[in-house]
């Protein structure tokens, strides 16, 4: 843990026009993969456009690797389907956490914006904004390798004191 920079807490608020993997609707769950941390959301049953609103945690030690997401339809006498994935980058959102903004930046201000490109897997763009005496994210991913679906996402920093460089 000595290249421990902080914690990002990912909010996994909801999906949008899932793909449909049973009769007529699927058990939508969301995996977040960084290096070797996995983590799952909770299954919501029979629902393509599912509310989440689950936070996950990674610990960040390099944010120069992508956070991997991917969607399952959860099933109970087969292996779960595959719903679509999608990748987002941090190192813009790392970068506006490095700036280490105080008391007396306006609530509400953005700092940067990440515009949806061939890189990238946003839907619209995504600003980062200076909110609440932190750096947020809002953003909106669609899904690859499946035929429909979005992601919408909140990102903050939580900063740990002793860590190398914030």
């Not at 932190?134 to 990102?155: A, C, D, F, T, W």
Request: aromatic share 6%; glycine share 4%; hydrophobic share 40%.
């Amino acid at each position: 843990m000595e290249n421990f920079l902080g914690l990002l807490r990912i909010n996994v608020v909801r999906g949008m026009n899932l793909a449909k993997r049973d009769t007529n609707s699927s058990d939508p769950y969301v995996t977040i993969t960084m290096a070797k941390q996995k983590l799952k959301s909770r299954v919501v049953k029979k629902n393509v456009n599912p509310e989440w609103n689950d936070e996950l945690t990674l610990s960040i030690e390099d944010p120069n690797l992508p956070i991997q997401l991917k969607v399952y339809d959860r099933d109970i006498f087969s292996p779960d389907d595959k719903m679509g994935d999608a990748e987002f980058d941090i190192k813009p959102f790392f970068e506006a956490v490095k700036m280490r903004l105080g008391n007396n930046i306006p609530s509400g201000t953005v700092i940067t914006k990440v515009i949806p490109n061939r890189e990238n897997c946003l839907a619209e763009e995504s600003a980062i904004v200076w909110e609440n005496q932190r750096v947020v994210q809002h953003m909106i991913l669609r899904l690859r390798n499946v035929e429909s679906g979005e992601i919408e996402l909140n990102l903050h920093w939580i900063n740990i004191p002793g860590s190398r460089g914030l």
